[in-house]
């Protein structure tokens, strides 16, 4: 079974930036292959997609998140992140990194000042 690894979160204040980062533990040739996402889910809210990356590096955003996050991946390293800027209030949630249809435990990112 693919175990995903978050970190990154934390609290930031408005304005600012949070990277995010997710480490896979499974084969190079398997996760090169994989679909990687990001979702997120705040409190009381059904969670959500936020931005998906391709083994290619095609991407999608979430309107919400777009012009402001860019995913990215490493699959030498079986690695992928978040690069989350102009952060707001409305971007607190736990973010759950994904691999097809594994996901990780989720970290937490608040936004407040």
């Known amino acids: 079974q693919v175990q995903l690894v978050e970190s990154g979160g934390g609290l930031v204040q408005p304005g600012g930036s949070l990277r995010l980062s997710c480490a896979a533990s499974t084969s190079a040739i398997m996760f090169s292959a994989s679909l990687m996402g990001w979702y997120r889910q705040a409190p009381g809210k059904q969670r959500e997609l936020v931005a998906t990356i391709t083994g290619r590096g095609s991407t999608n955003y979430a309107d919400s998140v777009k012009g402001r996050f860019t995913i990215s991946r490493d699959n030498a390293k079986k690695l992928v992140a978040l690069q989350m800027n102009s952060l707001q209030p409305e971007d607190t949630a736990v973010y759950y990194c994904?691999?097809?249809?594994?996901w990780g435990q989720g970290t937490q990112v608040t936004v407040s000042s």
């Open positions: 994904t691999m097809g249809r594994n």
